[in-house]
């Protein structure tokens, strides 16, 4: 039996060839996945390893105990260690890619298979301007009602080269933002603020073709949206939008290009095996293996901005608030007021940034 993730991925290169890519694979065929990234920003270099079947559910089986090393130009710079199973860390000083210059990793597992990653230049930095947000009602019809829900718009603001240059661009967002505690007592100890770090739900990944454009110049693009929560836990402080504007190289922007087609079927670009869809790595002694993931050369700028309560209750006024009433211990998250660490992921030390 089979598991068919979409029977057919039609991939367009240029504008006449058309290429059809099988996605038909075994259900208890294992296949290699390697997830991992290089940069002309500084580490942590990471780079995960794992089997994973086509059963695509809680089937992912860890590497351990690979020897991994990456190649400057045909020359080792440096060697991956593991720190968990089946996760990897460059530690060879502050290895920073070159931009132009060619990189591949070599992986060598334990029972003696030998993989390499096609060699590829780091691409030049994009520098963006600015990220900044919009306020807006989302309606939605329920048993005939139409239900008006608030949500949050980011976007950015960014340069573009000149288009005599090919580019490729992918945006990755996350979230964090600041808890400070309220205590109520007679003598409160100094109030702490904690910070907490959030996973941003991406059911594609957002990529842009510099080759389809002629603009030199992107006023505002979309990279996140999301529902206004009904509790004030997150507005309580500062809520920052972390923005990676990614330089990829034209490898990169295709296979990801691929995989959200595939998510489109299948739900999710987080699924694994990542899409099914073979990356840019293969086994030396037997090219037909297929191995799936990719490992990505980029070159990053972090853009931040941030918002809080106040810039949107002439828009939307949220009905929960958590530390209204901390003398209430019926009061909702209440606990969280008095002892912010008590969030899940939450913990005390400032970003630089901040």
């Known amino acids: 039996m089979k598991n068919v993730l979409g029977l057919f991925l039609i991939a367009l290169v240029g504008n006449s060839c058309i290429d059809i890519i099988d996605l038909t694979i075994e259900d208890k065929e294992e296949f290699l996945v390697v997830d991992g990234n290089f940069n002309a920003n500084g580490g942590p270099h990471l780079l995960k390893l794992y089997y994973a079947t086509g059963l695509r559910v809680n089937a992912q089986r860890p590497v351990s105990d690979a020897e991994i090393n990456i190649f400057e130009g045909g020359t080792q710079v440096g060697t991956y260690t ?55 009602y989302q309606e939605e019809t329920i048993n005939e009602s139409i239900i008006r829900k608030p949500f949050v718009q980011v976007f950015i603001a960014t340069p573009l080269p000149d288009n005599t240059t090919p580019y490729w661009l992918k945006w990755e967002v996350n979230r964090m933002y600041s808890f400070p505690e309220n205590i109520w007592s007679t003598f409160p100890p100094p109030p702490k603020i904690c910070y907490i770090p959030l996973e941003t739900n991406q059911q594609e990944l957002n990529l842009f073709d510099g080759g389809e454009v002629a603009a030199t110049y992107l006023p505002k693009w979309e990279v996140a949206q999301r529902l206004l929560p009904l509790s004030d836990m997150e507005f309580r402080g500062r809520h920052y939008y972390l923005v990676n504007q990614q330089s990829i190289t034209e490898g990169a922007y295709n296979y990801w290009d691929k995989v959200n087609l595939v998510a489109n079927q299948t739900g999710s670009i987080f699924d694994a095996p990542p899409a099914a869809i073979p990356g840019n790595i293969y086994n030396l002694n037997d090219p037909e293996e297929v191995v799936l993931g990719y490992f990505e050369l980029a070159n990053t700028d972090s853009l931040r901005g941030f918002f809080t309560e106040s810039d949107f209750t002439n828009f939307y006024k949220i009905p929960n608030n958590v530390c209204a009433d901390l003398a209430n211990p019926f009061a909702r998250n209440v606990r969280f007021c008095c002892a912010c660490q008590l969030i899940e992921n939450a913990n005390l030390n400032r970003p630089e940034w901040w």
């Open 82 to 136: 593991q720190i968990t199973p089946g996760n990897y860390q460059l530690v060879t000083g502050e290895l920073i890619g070159i931009v132009g210059q060619s990189y591949h990793i070599e992986i060598k597992l334990a029972n003696g298979a030998t993989y390499y990653s096609i060699a590829d230049n780091i691409p030049e930095k994009v520098k963006g301007d600015s990220v900044f947000f919009d306020f807006q």
